[in-house]
């Protein structure tokens, strides 16, 4: 089910085995990261991401994270990401999501899908949560996250509208609020 939820954006990728000189895979263990460790991000959504996929295993065609919500009440402000589709697959907790106009109420088992150059934000709405999140192509985020994780205090909003441009996405609005 998870494989058709993304399966548009993830069609564009299918010959990458064929121009990679590594043709191993690789398993990633539960609650673990592929590199970085666990990224801890400061800021709007103070949350825990773990690379399981990186874009230098996909010769940047795909990212995959896992991401641990701890930050309730909280999340991503408003933004645009020009050159990359994204995908939320819920594994547990609740979130709101807003995708141009429309908003939405994600559960346990809910994915959405996020077209590039969409304004979209999302909230986390219960105390705990985890998603899984696909960029695709995999673009700078990998960079992005590290950026997030590797500040010492929380980041003033220009200091977040720096690292959002500074990794090819736009803030275009205020984080979503609960309704």
Known sequence: MLAITFAPGVLKIQNLTDSKNDSKGFKIDSGEGRMHGHLKL???????????????DTNGELAIFEQTSISQGRG???????????V???IEGEYYFKVGTEKYRLGVGDSIFLPRKVPHAWTQVSE??????????????EEFFI???????EPTSEEIARIFAENEMQIVGPPLKIE
């Not at 400061?42 to 230098?56: Q, T």
């Not at 991503?76 to 994204?86: A, G, R, S, V």
């Not at 950026?147 to 205090?153: F, G, Q, S």
């Open 128 to 141: 705990k949560g985890k998603m899984t999140v696909i960029f695709q192509p995999a673009g700078k985020m």
């Open 88 to 90: 939320f697959y819920v």
């Open 147 to 153: 950026a997030m994780a590797d500040l010492k205090i």
């Open 76 to 86: 991503t402000p408003l933004h645009i990401h020009p050159q990359q589709d994204e």
């Open 42 to 56: 400061k800021g709007v959504n103070a949350n825990i991401l773990d690379l399981k996929v990186s874009g230098k």
